[in-house]
Each structure stands twice: as C-alpha cells, then as structure tokens.
C-alpha cells in the first residue's frame, strides 16, 4: 500500500470520540490519547502499541507537506501536543501519560531494568530543544 492511500485510509490519525473510531483504521482497545497523529503505521506483532504513542514528530511532517493533514484534526492535534508535550524548555518525546514513559534519563544506569538500562529510554524521556521553535498555536 503506497503512503499517501494508507493517510487518506486514516491510518495516521483518528478522532477525539470513541463514537468516531468505525471511520478510522484504529484498534480502540490500544487507543491512550485521541486526537493525535501517529507518527508510525504497522508495527510489528508484540508492539501494536507503538502505533498509538503520542509523540512530537508530526508536526515537523506537516511543516514539510501540511497538504497531506485535514485541517481540524491538524489543528486539534497541535493544541493537544501544546498542552500535553510542550514544557518550558521543548518538546517532550513521549506523552507522559503513555505507559512507556519513564521520566528519568541516565545513561549510567546499569540496572536489570531494561526499559532503562544504558539509556534505553532516550526517546521516552527526552525534551527536544529544537521543536519548541516550531510550534505555535
């Protein structure tokens, strides 16, 4: 399936009432925050879930080619990472509230723990400096 039918599907994005997900190509049961833009489609088995994290990608998609974005879900979308990923230095890689989350960064961590272990939790905690630049709602 070639890109730009898999975003007119509605793959990417789906809306703010459950009511709506028969008109979206989604799997509610996965579904942590309505109203975004994935930024991933098709992940492999085991990881569904990726497919419905809430991260600060998309809008640097819909500076490049803001022609592919429906404009109400576009601009429902970047409200939403304003509250919920912008903080005062940048954006965070990661909604808090996503499962994956783990807030502390330590690259010296050399715990059992692999969900942080060696830093392995760089994109699920990190503040992108750079994207703060670009978002203004």
């Known amino acids: ?10 793959h990417f994005n789906f809306g703010l009432d459950r009511l709506t ?3 979206y190509k989604i799997t ?3 579904v942590n925050r309505r109203g975004i833009y994935k930024d991933v489609y ?10 419905y ?12 080619a803001p022609e592919l974005f429906d404009e109400k879900h576009a601009l429902d979308a970047l409200r939403l990472a304003d ?5 005062p230095m940048g954006m965070k890689t990661l909604d ?5 989350y783990r807030p502390i960064y330590d690259n010296s961590n050399d715990s059992d723990d ?16 750079w994207m703060k630049a670009g978002l203004t709602v």
């Open 1 to 10: 399936m070639r890109f730009l039918e898999i975003l007119n599907q509605n």
């Open 21 to 23: 997900d028969q008109e």
């Open 28 to 30: 509610s049961s996965l």
């Open 42 to 51: 098709g992940s492999d088995n085991g990881h569904e879930w990726a497919d």
């Open 53 to 64: 994290q809430f991260r600060c990608n998309f809008p640097i998609a819909m500076t490049v």
């Open 83 to 87: 509250q919920v990923l912008r903080g």
């Open 96 to 100: 808090p509230a996503d499962w994956k």
């Open 114 to 129: 692999p969900s942080v272990a060696k830093g392995l939790n760089y994109h699920n905690v990190c503040i992108f400096l």
